[in-house]
């Protein structure tokens, strides 16, 4: 038995769901998201929750009771409350901006780098951070991941992009000549 693949997920009433077969159509406040789950799960709807169920007793089926449960309930909070992963920049002369869906970073480099944010991924520019949000969790972690790659943190003094949560481990530098 899956621990996290037999928990219900509570639907709140401002989030409307339909359920085709194994094609998910969850839509609420913060926007839509759709999803074809394999045909190793089965969902059930009933009075606002929804429960997920392996097809048969394979080990395959299984192995993907929770995954299914896991990227539902995300869609379901995902549409009500939001994701937001968040990174921030140091190093001298590092900015970052955005005009539109177009992401512009001086990160060092001879000249800035452009990016275009996907659709559905909404950046925000404070200070030393850059805050990426929207419905799709899988989304906002990617883009942010894509972002982080262009600088990523070095070990020395900490110059790069890195996520807000994530702690860097310092190398110590050289030592200088002893007489």
């Excluded at 002369?93 to 452009?114: C, D, F, M, Q, R």
């Excluded at 520019?125 to 799709?136: Q, R």
Aim: glycine residues 10%; hydrophobic residues 35%; contains cysteine.
């Amino acid at each position: 038995m899956s621990r996290i693949g037999k928990q219900p997920i509570n639907v709140p009433d401002k989030v409307e769901v339909k359920l085709s077969g194994n094609h998910i159509d969850v839509k609420g406040p913060k926007g839509q998201l759709t999803y074809t789950f394999k045909n190793l799960v089965k969902i059930e709807h009933k009075d606002k929750v929804l429960n997920v169920l392996p097809a048969d007793e394979s080990t395959k089926a299984r192995a993907f009771w929770g995954l299914s449960r896991t990227i539902l309930s995300n869609m379901v909070s995902g549409v009500t409350t939001g994701f937001t992963r968040t990174l921030e920049f140091n190093g001298v002369g590092y900015k970052a901006a955005v005009s539109g869906s177009n992401l512009t970073l001086n990160l060092g480099y001879s000249h800035p780098i452009e990016y275009k944010l996907p659709q559905g991924v909404e950046a925000k520019v404070e200070k030393n951070s850059i805050h990426f949000s929207g419905c799709d969790k899988e989304l906002v972690g990617f883009v942010a991941a894509q972002v982080r790659s262009f600088r990523e943190p070095e070990p020395y003094k900490g110059k790069g992009l890195k996520y807000s949560d994530e702690k860097i481990i310092r190398k110590a530098g050289k030592t200088g000549a002893k007489k």
